[in-house]
C-alpha cells in the first residue's frame, strides 16, 4: 500500500497525483480523487482570499492516523492526500485526496472518509478575508456531524 501525505504552499496537479498513484500498477479497478476548491464566497458574501495556516508537525501526523485508519477499514491500495496552505484565492486548489482499491466501494468510501476527517480533525485554521476585513472560520457542528458517522457512537456506519 503506497500512503502520501503532504501539505505544502505551491499548487498541485491532480491529474498527476492521480497517475503518479496508479503507475505501474494492474490490481487498481478504482481510483477517487477528490479535490477541495476556494470558493469566490463566503455565507453568501464575496471574499477576496482565504488563509490557511497549520501546526507543521503536528498536521502531517494527525493526517497520516487518518490514512492509517483508512486502510485499517478498507482495502486500499493506495492513498494520496495533499493539503495547502498559506494564501489561496478563489478557483485555486485547497486540497485534494486520492484513494485506490481494487474496488469502487472501498475507495469512495475511504475518501469519504478522509474528508470528513480533514475537515473537522486536521489541525488548520482558516481566516477569511472579505472587503471589510478578515475572520477566522468557527467550527460547523454540521461538520462534526458528519465525522460522526464513521463512529461506532455515529447514526450510521459506512458500507465496508
Known amino acids: 500500500m503506497t500512503a502520501t501525505v503532504r501539505i505544502q504552499r505551491e499548487p498541485f496537479d491532480v491529474a498527476t497525483e492521480a497517475a503518479k ?9 478504482a481510483v477517487v480523487t477528490f479535490t477541495g476548491i476556494c470558493r469566490g464566497d463566503e455565507n453568501g458574501q464575496p471574499i477576496a482570499a482565504l488563509t490557511l ?10 493526517i497520516e492516523r487518518h490514512v492509517a485508519e483508512a486502510t485499517v477499514r478498507w482495502p486500499l491500495i493506495g492513498v ?9 484565492v478563489p478557483g485555486e486548489d485547497i486540497m485534494m485526496v486520492v484513494t485506490v482499491s481494487s474496488h469502487r466501494a472501498a475507495a469512495f468510501a475511504a475518501a469519504d472518509f478522509l474528508m470528513d ?16 476585513g478578515k475572520i477566522w472560520v468557527e467550527a460547523k457542528a454540521a461538520d462534526d456531524e458528519a465525522a460522526g ?7 450510521h456506519q459506512a458500507a465496508e
Not at 117 to 132: I, M
Not at 149 to 155: I, L, Q, V
Open 117 to 132: 476527517y480533514l475537515k473537522t480533525r486536521a489541525p488548520f485554521w482558516k481566516q477569511v478575508e472579505k472587503a471589510d
Open 53 to 62: 495556516e497549520h501546526y507543521p508537525g503536528m498536521a502531517e501526523a494527525e
Open 80 to 88: 494520496t492526500v495533499i493539503h495547502r496552505y498559506g494564501r489561496i
Open 21 to 29: 498513484i496508479t503507475r505501474g500498477r494492474t490490481d487498481a479497478g
Open 149 to 155: 458517522r464513521w463512529t461506532s457512537t455515529g447514526k
